[in-house]
């Protein structure tokens, strides 16, 4: 079956510093990959995402690059704000139409200034 | 902009009561889902529905049900809630179609089961 497993978490980082949150998935064809964002008291929102190998997803400065031949799809952000704090669900489809997803466990980020 | 609203974001309830959580959309989206979120275990999907009347079991369904009489509304059913049915209830929807879409979430119901 599909599996995606993220970086355990929590990460707190400075202002301005460099960010990975690391990625890998377990999946039977070839998926679609995403990141989703939940700020505070919210639902989660879309963040990037890529449908096809080396693709490059990206958006609001945060990357990542579907790499089929290591199953990954990392997260980076090369300047991280006291804004980008917020839990970063990596998740995975192979549904075309009805898109049902499969989450990882969550990233929380805590951006100290 | 899609909005998906959801009709409580705070709900206690007791051990053995019936529990409805209500999402509506309001985007025309045909698919929409309900999962759980709980601390370490990320979302896990519950039931999903791609059309009226329509409904799958998702990875976790037991001890819920679900109800889509209207496109936009779909209701999650705790026919007995218990304990261990605690945690963070997020209702997500999306439009279908040939090409990758993404879903939009509601705010979520923290529902506690004393």
């Known amino acids: 079956g599909n599996s995606v497993t993220q970086m355990e978490g929590p990460v707190t980082l400075s202002e301005e510093a460099f960010l990975t949150i690391n990625c890998t998935y377990t999946?039977?064809?070839?998926?679609?990959l995403f990141w989703y964002v939940q700020y505070p008291g919210e639902g989660l929102q879309l963040l990037l995402k890529?449908?096809?190998?080396?693709d490059k997803g990206s958006n609001k400065g945060f990357e990542a690059t579907y790499r089929k031949e290591t199953t990954s799809f990392h997260l980076e952000k090369g300047s991280v704000q006291v804004s980008d704090s917020a839990v970063y669900f990596c998740?995975?489809?192979?549904?075309?139409?009805?898109?049902?997803?499969?989450f990882g466990t969550g990233t929380r980020l805590t951006i100290i200034p | 902009d899609v909005k998906v609203t959801q009709s409580s974001r705070y709900l206690v309830k007791r051990t053995g009561e019936k529990v409805f959580l209500e999402c509506v959309q309001d985007m025309d989206h045909e698919n929409m889902f309900w999962y759980r979120q709980d601390p370490g275990l990320g979302l896990r999907l519950i039931y999903f529905s791609y059309d009226v009347k329509m409904k799958e079991k998702g990875d976790i369904p037991e001890g819920y049900s679900v109800s889509r009489e209207k496109k936009e509304r779909f209701s999650l059913i705790l026919e007995s809630a218990s304990t261990n049915q605690t945690s963070m209830y997020l209702c997500?929807?999306?439009?279908?179609?040939?090409?990758?879409?993404?879903?939009?979430f509601g705010p979520g119901t923290r529902l506690t089961v004393l």
């Open positions: 890529a449908t096809k190998a080396d």
């Open positions: 999946a039977t064809g070839y998926p679609s």
């Open positions: 998740a995975l489809s192979t549904n075309f139409g009805n898109e049902k997803l499969t």
């Open positions: 997500a929807s999306s439009l279908s179609s040939s090409s990758v879409t993404e879903q939009f």
